[in-house]
């Protein structure tokens, strides 16, 4: 993959930090690593969980080398490693990286990417901790899975622990203890059915396996809320609120029958009747870069742009969904500007760097990021050429460094819940469709 043309966003922080949503961006990630929170550029509302086991400094030697440096060296390792390594890159990573990356997609597209390469005795996922752990139970039992830098975890992800889930599960069950629900054919369904978005712990996807659920993408979720509601009358989706809202509004599913539940609070802080009314029980979880963008930027957009297209990803913030002209998974966001016309100006409402590769990947279109400021996921924006290259290099060297190995019994329930996502194909919903 080749260098792009634009300026890369690490190279824009570094210019202009004052520009940027924390001015730490600009400075290397090993500098930051071992203060505790999510990294520079995080929501303040991210609270970190306790206790956080953190990774070891990235040695001195790889944090003086120079961008040149790390580019051949990367280059190097490569080359010997061949066809035992695939490099994967998630679509938020940095430019300074994407372009070492053998495939690069979201991240169930990158974890059925490395599928394909079963010749790969390494798979280094470019992206965050719950991504690289999805591979680890879809891959070969031989195979490693590396995450370059330990610190990149992901905030939602981390907004739905084990713990918090289960107490939330068993209020529930015991709130229904008492319920019968049957569909049109007399058959018995299940009072609540859990789905889990992709981006959360190998844990919680486990915990959906064993208790009748599945797992969803931003592309699918549509399609695995009516697998849910066809073998349950309600769904219990974590961790992300706003990706649950959005779908099942598209869906048609009344905002009143969406209440959010707390699992600190008795009866998850409802009402008995609105437990029984509910049709989705929403998570209190967001992401940090999607939750910047606000009605006012798509306002602001289409007067300094008239005409302009705006498509957001489904994790923004209902409004600005109901504002926009489209939303989509990444893909959908790929799609939709591929499928635009030259001159055309198009708004988008998802991470800087994949704006960014789109304003460089379709130069005859005028293609900007909602928010001004710029702020890449912060988590993602942990793994760096240096953390690259250090792996490769322990590859070379015969050591795996920084692998992920998700423990056998809770990779096979997560599997059960990550098949029943398989056999759910995405299909377009209606709040993805051009309005």
């Known amino acids: 993959m080749s260098t792009p043309t634009v300026a890369s966003v690490n190279d824009a922080v570094v210019a202009a930090p004052a520009q940027t949503c924390d001015t730490d961006l600009a400075e290397h990630p090993s500098i930051f690593d071992l203060v505790p929170g999510y990294g520079p550029g995080a929501s303040e ?4 969980p306790d206790p956080v086991v953190r990774p070891g400094q990235l040695p001195v030697t790889y944090q003086r080398m120079s961008e040149d440096e790390l580019h051949e060296r990367i280059l190097a390792a490569k080359e010997t490693l ?14 300074e990286v994407v372009q070492h990356a053998d495939f690069v997609g979201d991240s169930f597209q990158l974890a059925n990417a490395a599928l394909t390469r079963p010749e790969a005795e390494t798979i280094v996922f470019c992206g965050v901790h719950f991504m690289a752990e999805t591979a680890d139970i879809l891959a070969r039992p031989e195979q490693h899975v590396v995450l370059p830098n330990l610190a990149a ?3 939602m992800a981390d907004m739905a622990d084990e713990d918090s889930v289960e107490t939330a599960w068993e209020q529930l069950t015991q709130a229904y203890a008492d319920e019968t629900v049957l569909d049109d054919d007399g058959n018995e ?9 992709m981006n959360s712990s190998a844990a919680l996807k486990a915990f959906c396996g064993r208790h009748g659920g599945i797992v969803c993408t931003s592309s699918n979720a549509a399609t695995v809320l009516e697998w849910a509601f066809e073998r349950g009358r309600r769904v219990l989706f974590f961790p992300d609120q706003h990706l649950g809202r ?5 869906m048609g599913v009344p905002l009143e029958q969406m209440p959010m539940v707390n699992a600190r609070k008795p009866g998850l802080g409802l009402e008995r009747q609105e437990l029984l009314d509910a049709r989705v029980l929403l998570w209190p979880g967001f992401c940090s870069v999607h939750k910047r963008f606000t009605v006012a930027q798509v306002e602001q957009a289409r007067a300094e742009h008239p005409g302009c297209k705006v498509i957001v990803h489904p994790e923004s913030p209902m409004p600005v969904v109901d504002a926009a002209d489209a939303s989509g998974s990444t893909d959908a966001i ?5 499928a635009a016309s030259p001159g055309d100006v198009i708004a988008i409402g ?11 990947q379709y130069p005859d279109r005028i293609i900007f990021c909602l928010d001004p400021v710029i702020c890449p996921c912060s988590t993602m924006y942990r793994i760096h050429p240096g953390y690259l290259a250090w792996t490769l290099d322990g590859l070379v060297e015969g050591e795996v460094r920084n692998e992920i190995v998700v423990p056998d019994a809770v990779a096979s329930d997560a599997k059960v819940a990550l098949e029943r996502m398989l ?4 299909k377009v919903a209606q709040h993805e469709v051009d309005r």
């Open 82 to 95: 061949g066809s035992r390594l695939v490099i994967l890159g998630h679509f938020y990573q940095r430019d």
């Open 350 to 360: 998802t991470e800087i760097n994949l704006v960014n590769r789109l304003a460089a």
């Open 45 to 48: 509302d991210d609270v970190i």
């Open 189 to 197: 369904l299940a009072s609540v059915i859990p789905v889990t978005y």
């Open 246 to 250: 959005n779908t099942a509004k598209a």
């Open 423 to 426: 056999a759910a194909l995405p």
């Open 334 to 338: 790929q799609k939709f500007v591929a």
């Open 153 to 155: 975890g992901c905030s």
